[in-house]
């Protein structure tokens, strides 16, 4: 008896998914475990494996969106094919229509919904696929469908702007002792955690410091409520070659430097393998975003609601800096604060921002909570 392929539910809020791509031809031979269809929707992109050994029969077509609970193909159990069809190649975009150079985005995050129990075996994958999706042509420009994860983040970013009423604030931060620290330790360090010493490390504490010294970042609007949040998990922007994802680190306040890093390497590993969870993604208090991986020298991060405030770090440049009287050439980095203006003063997001300037020049002192 065949055995229907439905689009599994994803989260209450989620009522369509995209056929972004099949990974057989119709009436392929599969084996139970093999990926068989990549779904996309407005929250995340997950493959979908074969519960079992048989031949793939395909009714819906990539490329089209269809409501959560549609039978997309049907898999004949046990029944092999002798010469299974080839897997299908994409489209090719045009020689004449070059791929856009991606643009570094202050830390765009994935909202995602609560995990269901799908009928089928998933693996969740929180970064675009590059799926199939119709192309047009005319010589001179080329056309193709938005994915569903790209309008939700073009969404979000937008909501965020129209909802929140954002300032950014600049400063500058001498990175000299922070790395004059990490040389000196960084053998020893390595040796002892098996992980390296960072800068992300540096910032999170400098930013839990900040928060703790400057509690109305730590807020978010509710309403006509504001309710401050007495934690300090800390979502931390991660480069990909799928793209850019914002995990969250939990408790950073409790964690010592190497908790930190390793935190940070374990969730890039995942990244990198496809295996970062939604939960993964849901309720920081606030957002790092480092540009400066991508050599932005300076930029105005856009908010991640309900959060507050986030924190762009910049790249590192050599510059002429006045230290006692006199110029000397310094590690120097730009830091930029966007926060919401409704709840956060502008005097309060000054100091929080020279906060995080005072424990990074005084690294030794977050030691201290100092």
């Known amino acids: 008896m065949p055995i229907d392929i439905k689009v599994p539910s994803a989260g209450e809020s989620i009522t369509s998914a995209n056929i972004a791509r099949w990974h057989k031809a119709d ?22 494996e074969s519960p079992v050994d048989g031949v793939l029969h395909i009714i819906v077509p990539e490329g089209t969106e269809v409501p959560i609970g549609t039978v997309i193909a049907s898999l004949t159990e046990g029944a092999l094919s002798d010469s299974p069809a080839p897997a299908p190649t994409p489209t090719p975009t045009p020689a004449s229509a070059p791929s856009p150079t991606p643009v570094p985005q202050p830390a765009p995050t994935v909202v995602a919904a609560a995990p269901v129990a799908a009928p089928i075996v998933t693996r969740t994958e929180i970064a675009p696929v590059e799926a199939v999706t119709p192309v047009h042509n005319d010589g001179r420009t080329t056309r193709k469908k938005m994915s569903m994860l790209r309008r939700k983040i073009a969404n979000h970013l937008v909501n965020a702007q129209h909802t929140a009423a954002i300032l950014t604030t600049f400063n500058e931060v001498d990175m000299t002792a922070v790395m004059n620290l990490r040389k000196a330790v960084q ?70 430097f190497a908790q930190l890093e390793q935190d940070i390497l374990d969730y890039a590993t995942k990244s990198r393998e496809g295996k970062i969870a939604l939960e993964d ?32 770090m910049h790249t590192i440049q050599q510059r002429p800096v006045a230290i006692d009287g006199k110029v000397e050439i310094r590690p120097m980095m730009y830091l930029a604060l966007s926060y919401d203006h409704r709840i956060v003063d502008g005097k309060e997001a000054v100091t929080f921002l020279i906060r995080i300037k005072e424990c990074l020049e005084n690294p030794t002192r977050m030691l201290l909570e100092m």
């Open 27 to 48: 009436g392929s031979s599969v084996r139970k475990g093999e990926v068989l269809v990549t779904f996309e929707t407005d929250k995340v992109s997950t493959e979908f």
């Open 187 to 256: 053998d020893d360090f390595t040796k002892k955690y098996q992980v390296k010493l960072g800068f992300m490390s540096f910032f999170i504490k400098a930013v839990v410091q900040a928060l703790k010294d400057v509690p109305q970042i730590n807020a978010m609007m509710d309403g006509t409520d504001i309710i401050e949040n007495h934690f300090h998990d800390i979502g931390v922007a991660i480069g990909t070659e799928k793209g850019l994802i914002v995990p969250v680190i939990r408790d950073c306040d409790k964690k010592n």
């Open 281 to 312: 993604l849901q309720g920081g208090v606030f957002t790092i975003s480092n540009g400066g991986v991508y050599g932005s020298l300076l930029s105005t991060p856009i908010l991640n609601p309900p959060q507050s405030g986030i924190l762009g």
